[in-house]
């Protein structure tokens, strides 16, 4: 059994846009998202990869609303490649001509074995890619960017990956743990609660978080529901007083304000959306405001990043190993 055989024995392509892809019914006329989950050697750090291709040649730029869970992720994009910490509000995507990119997901928590310093650094932040990978990390996206083979481009960055992959952390794995008991569990309403069921001091569960994940626990019991809520928009008709029930709101009028803070519309309106029009409208402050454009932009020059907050070359805490072999 050669490579691509063994490769091909665990790569399935998961399809369906999932969470966090906002106005679904116009994404899905307008690029094609598939997902491969990783190696068993580096599932304990990665969830799965994404490509995304499209071709609007001939017609006008798209703009796609992310509505980001707890993850750092790993992109290989048309003009750079990058490591994303956690965006914290609704950001959008511009795709415009013919291009593909690559991202890697890494499970929250799984990023932190690859970092000497609290996640939470991370947080909003974008750092090329480069300063950890070296220049394997460019060659990597010159094959992502002109090779049409999905299974090719994702066995090149596991391959990448693998060479830099860390040694087992169990903590990261607990960690990812308590993240997909908050997504599963919405009885958990408040951190004490996830506290007492994971048997842990609500400081030290905090301090946890902000090392491994990046954001706090109360952040992503929130944007579990959300997430749910946005997905269920899009699935049909909703019962919106059922729903906010299910997922452990005081009641509907709570998760109508919760959505709209975030997303920037109610809940009934989002679900009517036929596409997504650029710049939402937020009804609780009756003025328009832009989603954050400051993340997974192909078109935006490196020099920008700088002015939002980029981890300077010197001040980033990559492993001691890597950062000694690159010197």
Known sequence: MNERDTYAGWMTEARGLGRGVLYQRAAA?????????????????VEWYWVVRWDLRGQAAHEQAILPS?????????ERTAVYGIITRLYVRKIEGLGATLGVKFRPGGFRPFWTEP???????????????????EQARQ?????????????????LLESVRPAHDPVAEQVTAMVDRIGSDPALRRVDQLAAALELPVRRLQ???????????????????????????EQGPV????????????DQAHLTRDFTVTIGVPPTRYAAAPLFAGIVFSLSSGRPWAPLRAAFIPDVPQASWGRRGLLSQTSAPWSRERATAMS
Do not use: C, N
């Open 207 to 233: 301090r946890l978080f902000a090392d491994y994940v990046g954001v706090s626990p109360k952040w992503v019991m929130r944007r579990a529901r959300l997430l749910e809520a946005a997905l269920a928009a």
């Open 119 to 137: 996640i939470s650094r991370l947080t909003g932040q974008v750092l090329p890619a480069d300063q950890w990978l070296g220049p394997e990390a």
């Open 70 to 78: 707890p993850t750092v992720h790993l992109t290989f994009e048309p």
């Open 143 to 159: 094959v992502v960017v002109t090779e049409p083979d999905d299974e090719v481009i994702v066995r090149r960055v596991e391959a």
């Open 29 to 45: 006329s307008r690029f094609e998202l598939r997902r491969y989950p990783p190696s068993p050697a580096l599932a304990p750090f």
């Open 239 to 250: 019962d919106w007083a059922a729903l906010a029930s299910d997922l452990g709101y005081a």
